[in-house]
């Protein structure tokens, strides 16, 4: 089987987030782009590490993979401002996927904001940094990956007395305003890893359904304040040009 014609490269903190990102980006793809179909795209894009055989680039890894590869102008600041919260590592992150073999048509950044609104405003500075040889695209979960998924969350019929006990226990509704899932802690009243657990059941299959059947007018319209309206909007603008030389649709 021929290689794929195009690489992405992927940085992210787990398989969960490389997942839950890539299959939104390729719903885009197919969406935007006339000549690809869902059954096209594994001979036509590959979401990788810095190698191809690597599934994703882990946040937590850069910084040693950084210094393995002997990378230099990794300190400094961007522009005439100090790097705001994951400015550096996404530096480092880009100048790894530059030296690497196989240098990727596109990188994608994918991070969750812990409530921390600089984190975007961080890897910001990074694409701007310099002109890198590739597309960068940006992708910020507010505060939590698991927020976008219960943007996407339609309860069946079974499901709804769930969703009722968990607007009850939050006091406010966990799909409209999953934004406002915010608790660090793992089980807290508000975390949203525990309200995604409530609805789904811990079944990884309909959390994928969340992501892969809800319409993208429909994760459009809930996702501004989760950061997935942001992020759709990304890959429209700058992934899927990479992929296809018209001009974005509106």
């Not at 014609?5 to 939104?24: M, N, S």
């Not at 994951?86 to 030296?99: E, G, K, M, P, T």
């Not at 996407?152 to 009722?164: C, L, M, Q, R």
């Not at 409209?176 to 309200?195: I, P, Q, V, Y």
Request: with cysteine; charged share 35%.
């Amino acid at each position: 089987m021929s290689e794929p014609a195009y690489d992405f490269g992927v940085v992210c903190e787990a398989r969960a987030d490389r997942d839950t990102a890539c299959v939104l980006a390729d719903r885009v793809l197919v969406e935007a782009i006339p000549w690809l179909d869902e059954e096209m795209l594994d001979t036509q894009r590959r979401w990788r590490g810095l190698t191809p055989s690597e599934p994703f680039l882990r946040w937590a890894s850069v910084r040693e993979e950084a210094k393995k590869a002997g990378l230099k102008g990794l300190f400094g600041h961007f522009g005439d401002k100090p790097g705001e919260p994951d400015a550096l590592v996404a530096r480092r992150a880009l100048l790894l996927f530059v030296d690497s073999d196989t240098k990727p048509q596109a990188v994608m950044l994918v991070r969750d904001s812990d409530a921390d609104d600089r984190r975007c405003i961080g890897l910001e500075q990074a694409r701007g940094d310099k002109p890198w040889p590739f597309e960068v695209v940006i992708g910020v979960a507010e505060p939590k990956r698991e927020c976008w998924v219960l943007t996407g969350f339609e309860a069946k019929a079974h499901e709804e007395e769930a969703v009722s006990n968990l607007e009850q226990r939050l006091s406010f509704h966990p799909i409209r305003d999953a934004h406002r899932l915010t608790a660090s802690e793992h089980g807290a009243k508000n975390d949203a890893k525990k309200a995604l657990e409530e609805l789904t059941s811990g079944d990884l299959e309909r959390e994928f359904e969340c992501l892969r059947d809800t319409s993208l007018d429909t994760l459009r319209e809930r996702g501004e304040r989760v950061g997935l309206t942001q992020f759709l909007t990304e890959v429209r603008e700058r992934l899927v040009q990479v992929m296809d030389n018209r001009s974005p649709q509106t």
